[in-house]
């Protein structure tokens, strides 16, 4: 937009140049028209050709005409039209007028003075008039448009070449600081294995790299101080509740209270450590899986267990915090191992949601145990609930499953059945919303 | 049996170093991780429960230490942190088991047992050789259904060899898994306590269940 507009300006700023110019030459004629005239009594002196051979030559393109009392009384020999000073417009004794777009002359420069001149003791106005052909000066003005357009291209190529480079060295640091905190928004460590923005920048960038990281270090830490916070309480509320719990001499109505108090921190502090970050890294849910899946041969090694794990892809990516993935997935695989007379299988598919039609990862839980009945299924979900069936304790570990399922946008489905021995058992269910 | 018991709460410490020591396990004590990895450097135990929260060298570092050095001693993690995170890391390391803190006395006994017993290739609590079956949950002996009244020390000596038969066990190596590292070496002792095994396993001198090979040590294997 910039380069048409400075085009234009420059090309009317160079026509209205010209038709100075124009009017000066055209005035310059005159001058030396009044300068030849001459007027004795009545009688008017002026020569068959003047000094201007412009004037004197045919199709010369200029014209010059002298009108006194609307009649011509004298007109070039380069003039090829008959006058009609009726239709020219008349100029005052003194002024000039100089007309380039004129109705009754078209494509043609008119220039008029009205010089008196004294005859027989009165002063009687004369008027002179020069015209030119305003085909030269078309042509001269398309050549310089002509010109400027073509060096305009040029100069506009440079100047967008120039500019592209320039925007691309200004804009290249902010794309890859952009990139930079993508992959700190997912989570993805750079080389040095820490979450942080590298590389360099011009020095007005690194001043946001430095706060970003910053930021970033402090988060991390702080989330590190607050789980090391609540290890260390853990640590130091259950040890001496072992104690306690294994001091013949407390009475017997002091366990209830101890084991109460043993509840309550064990489910205050699995909901504590919960929750993820505003940015979240992502982590490779199947080894995860697989990490888990071994701890489960070793703790239940007696059941001799076979647990067959099946992924599709193998390596499936998800923005959800390491704890808590282990809790969720921890939780659901250890009540099947309980409930489990030999096998369990874990799944991991790709499916398209059927009402969002968007892609979700689904992780299936399946044990050959004894199954939920129907009535207990909803329980199981709920905070605090136990289920007799199971092992104590799942109450707090299917809870803490709920909590992280609300927490991730996910869905919990539980498929059991009771109906027939062989048949029986039950499939959990966690699906995974793609982001 | 010979354990090594890593806690750093010495009220825990005493409370289950006197429960080992009640159900005939020989104890080995060490209230921080530095201790640990020196006790596990000198001896050699059956098996080992271990702290994860301890201070100057933490339980996961002297787990890795231990598989790092060749030790496959079954060890059960003690710990308070209950997160599936910390049970997997510390299963992961190299642990068998883990007890959650605060644990009932008698899981942890039955947890132990349990390790030691897979360690030597036994499924079953109950250990047979012949007619002589001994349980090591209930710590009671029995020949042809007859429950034998054995000492402390004379459970010990006929556990470790039952839970190794058909092996050449030296004195040395009964020693060690049957004292802990405090009591005074004297290999005549073991000598009195397998005279007595015998006389109370085979009164009548016909099954002779423990051989005694001369400058070697004893095997115990099933009488026809």
């Known amino acids: ?70 009649t011509v009384v004298w007109q070039s020999t380069s003039s090829t039209l008959q006058p009609t000073p009726l239709t020219y417009p008349s100029a005052k004794t003194g002024e000039q007028i100089f007309a380039d777009e004129l109705t009754s002359l078209p494509d043609t420069f008119l220039f008029t003075f009205t010089a008196e001149f004294e005859s027989e003791n009165q002063f009687i106005p004369i008027k002179f008039y020069l015209l ?44 890859h600081l952009v990139s930079q905190l993508s992959k700190a928004a997912k989570g993805t460590p750079n080389q040095d294995g820490v979450v942080s923005l590298s590389g360099a920048y011009p020095k007005e960038l690194n001043a946001v790299k ?18 090391h916070a609540l290890q260390d309480l853990a640590h130091s509320l259950k040890t001496p509740l072992s104690v306690l719990q294994g001091d013949e001499t407390i009475p017997e109505s002091s366990k209830a209270p101890i084991l109460q108090i043993d509840q309550i921190i064990q489910r205050q502090l699995s909901r504590s450590v919960l929750g993820k970050a505003g940015w979240q ?47 969720l997935f921890g939780n659901i695989l250890d009540n099947a191992c309980k409930a489990a007379r030999s096998k369990l299988t874990v799944t991991v598919t790709r499916q398209a949601d059927s009402q969002t039609h968007s892609q979700m990862h689904i992780i299936s839980i399946s044990d050959d145990g004894p199954g939920i009945p129907e009535a207990m299924q909803t329980d199981m979900l709920t905070r605090g609930k136990r289920l007799d069936t199971y092992h104590q304790g799942h109450g707090i570990g299917l809870a803490t499953v709920s909590d992280l ?5 996910a869905t919990l489905q539980v498929h059991s059945s009771t109906s027939h021995e062989k048949s029986s058992g039950t499939t959990i269910s966690v699906c995974l919303p793609n982001k | 049996m010979r354990v090594l018991l890593v806690e750093d709460d010495s009220q ?47 339980g996961v570092s002297v787990l890795k230490f231990a598989r790092a050095q060749g030790i496959s001693t079954p060890v059960l993690i003690l710990t308070a942190r209950d997160t599936w995170e910390q049970k997997v890391l510390g299963l992961d390391a190299g642990a068998d088991d883990y007890l959650t803190k605060p644990f ?28 002589i079956h001994l349980h090591m949950t209930q710590q009671r002996v029995k020949v042809a259904d007859e429950v034998l009244d054995l000492t402390a020390y004379e459970y010990k000596v006929l556990e470790y060899l039952m839970l190794n038969p058909q092996k050449v066990v030296s004195k ?16 005549n002792v073991i000598e009195v306590f397998v005279g007595r095994l015998r006389k109370k396993l085979d009164p009548d001198n016909t099954l002779k269940p423990i051989e005694t090979l001369r400058g070697r040590g004893y095997r115990l294997f099933s009488p026809a």
């Open chain 1, 405 to 409: 399922v609300e927490l991730y946008g």
């Open chain 1, 132 to 175: 030119e052909d305003q085909g030269a000066f078309h042509r001269e003005l398309a050549t310089f448009n002509q010109s400027l357009f073509r060096n305009g291209v040029w100069v506009a190529l440079l100047i967008s070449g120039l500019l592209l480079l320039s925007l691309l060295s200004v804009v290249s640091p902010v794309k």
């Open chain 1, 210 to 227: 430095d706060s970003v990281n910053a930021l970033l270090l402090s988060e991390s830490q702080q989330r590190t101080r607050f789980k």
């Open chain 2, 104 to 131: 009932h006395q008698q899981e942890l006994l039955a947890r132990v047992n349990a390790l030691i017993r897979r360690s030597t290739g036994h499924a079953s609590a109950e250990l047979s050789c012949g007619p």
């Open chain 1, 281 to 327: 890294q992502h982590i490779d849910v199947c080894e995860l899986l697989q990490k888990i899946i071994d701890s489960m041969h070793k703790i239940y090694r007696d059941k001799g267990l076979s647990i067959n794990f099946r992924a599709i892809p193998e390596v499936f990516l998800y923005p959800i915090d390491t704890t808590d993935a282990y809790e």
């Open chain 1, 1 to 70: 937009m910039l380069l048409p507009s400075l085009a234009f300006t420059v090309s009317t700023a160079f026509k209205d140049s010209l038709l100075k110019a124009k009017q000066t030459e055209l005035e310059s004629m005159a001058y030396a028209l009044i300068a030849t005239f001459e007027m004795d009594g009545s009688q008017i002196n002026m020569p068959f050709n003047v000094f201007d051979d412009r004037l004197n030559m045919p199709q010369s393109g200029y014209q010059a005409f002298i009108v006194l009392n609307q």
């Open chain 2, 12 to 58: 825990l410490l005493i409370q289950l170093d006197q429960l080992l020591q009640s159900h005939g396990f020989s104890v080995d004590l060490a209230d921080d991780g530095e201790k640990a990895q020196f006790l596990l450097n000198e001896y050699t135990y059956d098996a080992i429960l271990l702290d994860l929260g301890l201070p100057k060298i933490d």
């Open chain 2, 172 to 187: 040395t190596e009964l020693t060690e898994h049957i004292y802990d590292q405090d009591f005074d070496l004297d290999s």
